[in-house]
């Protein structure tokens, strides 16, 4: 093989690493440290540095707005195709392939507002949803925050007394850029989201069993590229070689083609188990939510995606390493993964509205003027649980109507405080179910 073939390779290779090894920074620390540092977001704002940026911003009622997560899947589709067909080892190509998404990252960054770029073409996108919602392991807690916090990756800018302040222009209703879990529930009842995650283990699936599928072994993949250098010609000739024998489908039809039946194939299984597990859920008398069953359902999804995209795809490129290391980082991923998925098996739309409740009411309870020490046996009001925190509101002696009305109304201005970061027209939605859900709470007590 020549320097340049090698040089070549090396690429690739290093590509079919970074790749998924950004997914489990995903896993583990969130959307919200991966969109500060991700290099196509940056990118896209460049515009926006240079006081370029267009103020177009897309209405979420338009196709564009109600079709965005079908694009942006279908664009990852065509990439990945690409890089199995044409890209993965070719070095020319592979630069005019990121080039090409670049340019067209900065085109859309001079034409719209905001993060347009990110929120409804990148094809990346669909993917940080998977690995990061509800949210990362280590991922911070918007809905417990207190008010006018610039949160996780908000849009923001430095002021000239060297203060972050957001630049929010409400690109997008629910922003997975303000509060990604908040994002997450707002959105998981949608027909695109089953698409998106069940399909999705399918692409993993295809994408990497096709080295096998069309060079009759796994050593391509141990590689991580193909041992070819002229990607066009190859183009036309078999697909498939499967049982030392091959199969006259041309590689051009048999990637797309792998890559459409494996990933119908587990959106397939995807419903019919979320089905299964409704019907189980109805025989129990419904313990758990619509929304619950469908996020539990999401996070075995993703736990499976993200394991199979270690062992097939990031492990046989960490031959480099010694063999220790390679262990420990696999332990490391089946850890990590384990833990996600428990933390997000028992999230909820319930449990989340609950605690972001209780948030705004531990700080007007604290406001009050009554002596809480009694209540709370060496705890801090900021130490309790939410239910906890019910439950205290409910035996405070002093908690009157006038307290009552003092509550609501410190809580209400709370919301409006917050929602100066968020989108002005997602606002009195927000308001109007926050308002309701406390007055209900409250009523309550
Ligand atoms: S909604 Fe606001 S914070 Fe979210 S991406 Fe758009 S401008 Fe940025």
Redesign the pocket.
């Known amino acids: 093989m020549s320097p340049v073939d090698s040089l070549s390779l090396r690429c690739a290779n290093f590509l079919g690493m970074v790749l998924p090894l950004t997914i489990i920074t995903l896993l583990m620390l969130g959307h919200e440290v991966w969109r500060r540092v991700c290099p196509l977001s940056f990118l896209s704002q460049i515009p926006r540095a240079l006081g370029r940026q267009g103020k177009h911003i897309v209405d979420e009622n338009s196709w564009l707005g109600r079709n965005a997560l079908y694009l942006q899947f279908s664009l990852l589709f065509i990439g990945l195709n690409l890089r199995l067909l044409l890209v993965n080892s070719d070095r020319f190509l592979l630069g005019i392939f990121l080039l090409f998404t670049i340019l067209l990252a900065v085109t859309i960054g001079f034409l719209y507002d905001?993060?347009t770029w990110?929120?409804y073409f990148c094809p990346m996108a669909p993917v940080q949803m998977i690995y990061s919602e509800p949210s990362g392991l280590l991922g911070s807690k918007v809905h417990r925050a207190p008010p006018k916090m610039i949160t996780q990756s908000?849009?923001r800018t430095i002021d000239k007394s060297g203060q972050e302040k957001s630049t929010?222009?409400?690109?997008?209703l629910a922003?997975i850029?303000?509060d990604a879990e908040g994002a997450y529930w707002e959105g998981i009842k949608k027909p695109d989201r089953k698409l998106l995650y069940y399909a999705y283990a399918g692409l993993v699936i295809g994408f990497y069993s096709y080295f096998w599928l069309y060079s009759g072994s796994w050593s391509s993949l141990s590689a991580g590229v193909w041992n070819e250098t002229n990607q066009f010609a190859t183009l036309l000739q078999p697909g498939f070689f499967i049982a030392g024998r091959a199969i006259a489908i041309p590689k051009l039809i048999a990637v797309p083609l792998t890559m459409t039946v494996t990933s119908g194939i587990t959106y397939a299984i995807g419903l019919w188990a979320e089905g299964q597990y409704k019907r189980y859920n109805r025989r129990q008398r419904h313990p758990l939510s619509r929304e619950q069953i469908q996020s539990r359902m999401f996070a075995v999804t993703t736990f499976l995606a993200f394991n199979l995209l270690f062992f097939m795809g990031v492990q046989p490129t960490l031959g480099y390493f010694p063999t220790p290391v390679q262990q420990l980082l696999s332990w490391a991923a089946i850890a990590a993964s384990s833990l996600w998925v428990v933390k997000s098996w028992n999230r909820s739309a319930a449990r989340y509205a609950r605690e972001q409740d209780a948030n705004l009411l531990q700080r007007q309870l604290s406001k009050l003027n009554i002596d809480l020490s009694q209540f709370l046996e060496g705890r801090s009001i900021e130490q309790l649980k939410p239910d906890e925190l019910y439950a205290l509101a409910k035996v405070l002696p002093g908690f009157s109507n006038s307290y009552r009305l003092q509550v609501y109304q410190g809580t209400l201005r709370e919301a409006l405080e917050q929602g100066s970061v968020t989108?002005a027209r997602s606002l009195m939605t927000c308001l109007i179910l926050l308002v309701g859900r406390l007055t209900i709470q409250l009523l309550r007590l």
Do not use: S
């Open positions: 905001g993060k990110c929120n908000i849009c929010c222009v409400a690109c997008k922003c850029d303000i989108p």
